[in-house]
Every structure is written in C-alpha cells, then in structure tokens.
C-alpha cells in the first residue's frame, strides 16, 4: 500500500496487488539494460518511484547504491568506486543533477516520472552525458509506478517543450476519451484511462472513492475494469502520447479557460529559464491572478515579455517570481503549496504625483492592486493588473 495526496488534503492509500508489481519489475528490467548495474537508490520507500530502482535491480543481478542527492566528499568517493548505470528521478530533481558532480548521474539510463517533462529541463544533462539514453515515464501508483514510457535515445535531436510520454508498457491498454467514454481522434485531446494488470485494487477502506476512480471498462473483458486518471492527453501522428496537464489544472480566470501547463511550456522555453512553474494565486479575496515562477538570473519584465509574445494577454501571467530552486516535497515533486506570494512593486525611479488629479490616482491604483504606492510612470498591468481589475 502507498499513499498519494489528495485533493481535500486527505491522503489515500492506494492498494497494489504484487502480481501487478511483478508485472511492472519484469517490464522494468526488459526496458532498463542499466538496472542489471549499480542503481542509485535516493528516494523514501514510502514513493512508489523507489520500486524501480530497488526491486529491478535485485531481481536482475544489479546493485542497490543508497546515496541521498547532495554534495558529500564520501558518498562522492564511494560512487566514483562503483559508476551508476541507472537513476530514477523527477523532473524537478534534474537540475539537482546539473549542479552535482558527474558521479551522481547514470551513464546507462535516467528515467525520470512523477512530473510533466520538458525538453529544457534535459537540455543541459544531456550534453553532459551524452552516452546515457533517457526516458520520459508516466504512471499514477493507481497503475502500478509506471505504465507508458518513451525513450530519448544517445544522439537523438533535443525536443522543445514538453516530452511525449510515449507508449504502453506490456499487459497495458491505455484509451483516450471524451466526457461520454468514447475515444477521441489523433490530435484531439482527451482523458487517459489505464486497464490491464497494473491497475489497482482501490483505495484502502474508501469504497464511494475508489468506484468514482476504478470503473467498468467498456472495451475490455466482461468484469474488467479501468483506472480513471484525471490526465488530459492527446495521441500525436506518431502513435505516441502527449501529456497536457491534470483535467483539474483546467482553471478560470476572468471568464477565461486556461491550461496552466500551456504556460509552463512557454515560460520554460525561454533560454534563462531552467525550471517554471505557474499557479492561479488568490491572496485577496476575488482577485485571481496568474503568477509565474521562474528559476532564473533573467529579468522578470524579461520574462513576461517572452510569453506575451506567444500566448494571449489573459494567459500572461501578472508577475513572473525568480527564484533560486523550486520548493520540492519530500518526494522531489513541486511543492506548489510553498510556492511564495508575489510582491507587486512599483517603480522606484518613477516620479511623484505633481497635481491633486494625479494624486488621487495613484492612490486608487495603489489600493486597487494592493500595492504600498505607484508613481505616474507606472504601468498598472506590469504590477500585476488586468482589465477586470481595471
């Protein structure tokens, strides 16, 4: 049994048949030749990503290397005695790589899962480590650590944006449908169900949660059933699947609809960029905005330049917020909750009000955007405006 967040806060414990992990194990070791070598194990037993890397390797001949991922001279030294061939991370755990000598990345495969992938965030690990394949896996613990995978092999162009999450892994059907379970065409985006041997029992004593989630496959054998991800996905001309975003990461803002990941994509694309992140933040009540964060030395007016010129005005986010490291979990996931409220700063070399009129205005702008003052050179939308604010 693992437990996944929920959405009420509330954690679920999902329940995991062994033949389904036997099932996903054996898949693991056909599809990861680096595992059958030393696997860096760095991550809780309690995160299903942790099933990769110690089970795969135990029942293939490998070797389990328990190192956590930070600069440690004896780890450092221990690691360079035993080379990795194979890792498991998230994709917020690749910049961590970047930044940690050599030794701690595989020269066989890095898989990587929990999170979207984008292209971006492998650009630089990839010329580092040329000789290493790399692969883009999706899986909910609700099918068993992984289901879908797809593989940058050594040489492969670089991808820009987001990473396919590729194809079924063996004994998996996987199906894209609109609202009325019916399969949608190539290119058009859809939910993902997964059926076959990795999905599930249920959630432990969670019986109304687990019908809403685990339901009766209609393409299936009579009885079979499939797992409801929440996951929009599309299928591209190659035969391969793209990931967009969380059904429920489909939000409203000004009458608008939005895909945050859409935004994502956008703000990573920048060549500063080397991790993004945006959230709908409602810090005053019924004033929702959009808001960017970035792990980047770039200017943020920079930034907020580079998606203005590719996505419209209602999906520019209001304030791009550089950062150092995105806020992880323990799991090495996004730890959206942590992510820090923007301060909507005025321009600090902007002139004073010179007439009453002026006076009165900039007070009004002040309060209206929550901001301590705003001078005349201002521009209301740069400090985080927009035009129902307006």
Known sequence: MIYTSGSTGRPKGVVVEHRSVVDYVSWAVE?????????????????????????????????????DLEEDPAVEAALA???????????????????????FSPSGDLVVGGEQLTGEQLEQWRRAHPTATVVNEYGPTEATVGCVAYQLLP???????????????????VYVLD???????????????IAGDGVARGYLNRPGLTAERFVAN???APGSRMYRTGDLVRWNSDGELEYLGRVDDQVKVRGFRIELGEIESVLAGHP???QAAVIVREDRPGDKRLVGYAVS????????????????????????????????TPNGKLDRRALPAPEFTANT??????????????????????????????????????????
């Open 31 to 67: 599809m990861y030749p680096g595992v059958r070598g030393n696997a860096l194990l760095h991550s809780p037993v309690s995160f299903d990503l942790t099933v990769t890397v110690l089970f795969a390797p135990l029942v293939s001949g490998g070797c389990v290397v328990v190192a």
């Open 81 to 103: 005695a035993v080379p990795l061939s194979f890792a498991k991370v998230t994709p917020s755990h690749i910049a961590l790589l970047d930044a940690l000598p050599g030794v």
């Open 155 to 173: 040489g492969q162009p670089a991808l820009a944006g987001p990473v396919p999450i590729g194809r079924p892994s063996w004994n998996t059907g």
């Open 179 to 193: 609202g009325g379970l019916s399969p949608v065409p190539v290119g058009v985006a859809g939910e993902l169900y």
């Open 218 to 220: 209609p393409y299936g």
């Open 272 to 274: 500063e960029v080397a």
């Open 297 to 328: 030395t770039a200017d943020p007016l920079t930034l907020r330049t580079h998606v203005a010129k590719v996505l419209p005005e209602y999906m520019v986010p209001s304030v791009i917020v550089p950062l150092d490291a995105l806020p992880l």
């Open 349 to 390: 070399e902007g002139r004073a009000p010179r007439t009453p009129q002026e006076e009165v205005l900039c007070q009004i702008f002040a309060e209206v955007l929550g901001a301590d003052e705003v001078s005349i050179d201002d521009n209301f939308f740069e400090l985080g405006g927009h035009s129902l604010l307006a």
